[in-house]
């Protein structure tokens, strides 16, 4: 891994310490990388990409190896639902593991003096995958991308 990457994952990270709630997605295959949002305590979103190395499809359309957005801040009101969100789907619900192959999931973070994670959930009653529906979420705040 080179030293660029290695440092912006650093920067992930230290978001990602701060964080009431995240999600990220992995994936091989030819331009294998990560992306993800990450929500802070301080009310910020963030949204990033990495790829794990350069490729001929990457270079071909000038995607960067790395992007973070600036941190958006959000509303009172979509802070709230993701405190709702937190309470309701991850703190009152049971999810199943599903193990998937090149790629995968989890939806992670610290509430209430409490570190969360699940990786590749599913509600075990209904079967709807946690980071689709965080995502959902996500895609509903009036934030500009």
Same mark, same amino acid.
């Given at each position: 891994m080179g030293e660029e990457l290695k440092n912006f994952k650093e920067e992930v990270e230290k978001l990602q310490e701060n964080s009431i709630l995240s999600m990220s997605n992995w994936w091989g295959f030819y331009n294998p990388g990560e992306a993800g949002t990450i929500i802070t305590k301080d009310k910020k979103i963030y949204f990033y990409t990495f790829y794990l190395r350069q490729t001929p499809f990457l270079e071909q359309d000038h995607i960067p190896l790395e992007s973070m957005s600036d941190g958006y801040t959000l509303s009172d009101? &979509?802070?709230d639902k @993701? @405190?709702? !969100? @937190? #309470?309701q789907e991850i703190k009152?619900?049971?999810y #199943? !593991? =599903?193990p998937v =192959? &090149?790629?995968g999931n989890r939806v992670f973070g610290f509430y209430k003096d409490e570190h969360f994670q699940y990786p590749n959930c599913? &509600? +075990?009653n209904t079967? #709807? +995958?946690l980071y689709h529906k965080l995502q959902k979420l996500i895609k509903s705040f009036d934030i500009e991308r």
């Amino acid at each position: 891994m080179g030293e660029e990457l290695k440092n912006f994952k650093e920067e992930v990270e230290k978001l990602q310490e701060n964080s009431i709630l995240s999600m990220s997605n992995w994936w091989g295959f030819y331009n294998p990388g990560e992306a993800g949002t990450i929500i802070t305590k301080d009310k910020k979103i963030y949204f990033y990409t990495f790829y794990l190395r350069q490729t001929p499809f990457l270079e071909q359309d000038h995607i960067p190896l790395e992007s973070m957005s600036d941190g958006y801040t959000l509303s009172d009101q &979509d802070y709230d639902k @993701i @405190i709702q !969100f @937190i #309470e309701q789907e991850i703190k009152n619900k049971s999810y #199943e !593991f =599903r193990p998937v =192959r &090149d790629s995968g999931n989890r939806v992670f973070g610290f509430y209430k003096d409490e570190h969360f994670q699940y990786p590749n959930c599913y &509600d +075990s009653n209904t079967g #709807e +995958s946690l980071y689709h529906k965080l995502q959902k979420l996500i895609k509903s705040f009036d934030i500009e991308r």
